[in-house]
């Protein structure tokens, strides 16, 4: 039985914030775990569009801040499902901050999640497989899977030390 296929652009979430006070540290630069909230929605909203369903987050990759991110700046977040497996789904997420009064946009961070697709029961559902469209879907799709097989290789190695 073949799977039900979904484009990438049924996936994509664009979100803006703007950076508040209370978002700031004393030096006037966004905490980063309000990034990584923020990441976390995006990335959330985005497998819930693919999968149709309540998706939890499973993991989230290395994340590496470029760039700070200052008070009253816009925080924008473009997400979309790069990878799907069988009930779990990759989805990247990038940050640009935006000066608004030059409205320059600088690159802040990229975030990679594993999200499942649960059922009413809370059990893991399968999902429909993403098919990437464009050169960029392709490449994003390519470098998913090498991300993957790292996080699978991972996985396996902790269980191996617990398991001792």
Not at 132 to 156: C, G, I
Request: proline content about 4%.
């Amino acid at each position: 039985m073949t799977r039900e296929q979904k484009p990438v652009r049924e996936s994509r979430v664009e979100m803006t914030e703007i950076v508040l006070p209370s978002h700031t540290n004393q030096l006037g630069n966004i905490f980063g775990g309000q990034l990584m909230a923020w990441i976390d929605i995006a990335a959330a909203i985005s497998a819930s569009r693919h999968a149709r369903s309540v998706c939890v987050t499973a993991s989230l990759d290395a994340l590496h801040f470029l760039a700070p991110v200052r008070l009253g700046e816009h925080v924008t977040l473009l997400a979309s499902v790069n990878y799907t497996g069988t009930t779990s789904m990759e989805v990247g997420v990038r940050l640009e901050s935006q000066e608004p009064e030059s409205g320059v946009r600088v690159h802040v961070a990229t975030a990679y999640l594993t999200f499942v697709a649960i059922d009413r029961e809370g059990k893991p559902r399968t999902v429909a497989e993403v098919v990437p469209q464009t050169p960029d879907e392709e490449r994003r799709h390519h470098n998913a899977q090498k991300r993957r097989a790292a996080r699978l290789q991972l996985k396996d190695q902790l269980r191996a030390r617990e398991s001792k």
